[in-house]
């Protein structure tokens, strides 16, 4: 069983930064994409960004220049640094584990965390 633990949400004024991380735990061989998703009260769940095991990065055009996403492959973690906050990032956010293999031959396989609420405030 793996397991994807965020931390890092909170509420912040318009303009301010938060940092998320997420952390990857169970029987891991190896995680191809690890990302973050955000689902905003009435609306679906949505790509903020990702980032494969080789570090390219994949960002949603509301928040590039604003957001970045790193992650540490050695301890399966991934974390999103968000900056010049705006209202209209307030959403529960999400990470995401794709291709996630426990084995070197095993099928990949995905996983999403529980989610942490960020709120942003004008």
């Known amino acids: 069983q793996v397991q994807l633990m965020e931390s890092g949400g909170g509420s912040v004024q318009a303009g301010g930064s938060l940092r998320l991380s997420c952390a990857a735990s169970?029987?891991?061989?190896?995680?191809?994409?690890m990302g973050w998703y955000r689902q905003a009260p009435g609306k679906q769940r949505e790509l903020v960004a990702t980032i494969s095991s080789g570090g390219s990065t994949n960002y949603a055009d509301s928040v590039k220049g604003r957001f970045t996403i790193s992650r540490d492959n050695a301890k399966n973690t991934v974390s999103l640094q968000m900056n010049s906050l705006k209202p209209e990032d307030t959403a529960v956010y999400y990470c995401?584990?794709?291709?996630?293999?426990?084995?070197?031959?095993?099928?990949?396989?995905?996983?999403w965390g529980q989610g942490t609420q960020v709120t942003v405030s004008s």
């Open positions: 995401r584990a794709e291709g996630l293999k426990r084995t070197a031959s095993g099928s990949p396989d995905s996983a």
């Open positions: 169970g029987n891991i061989f190896s995680i191809n994409f």
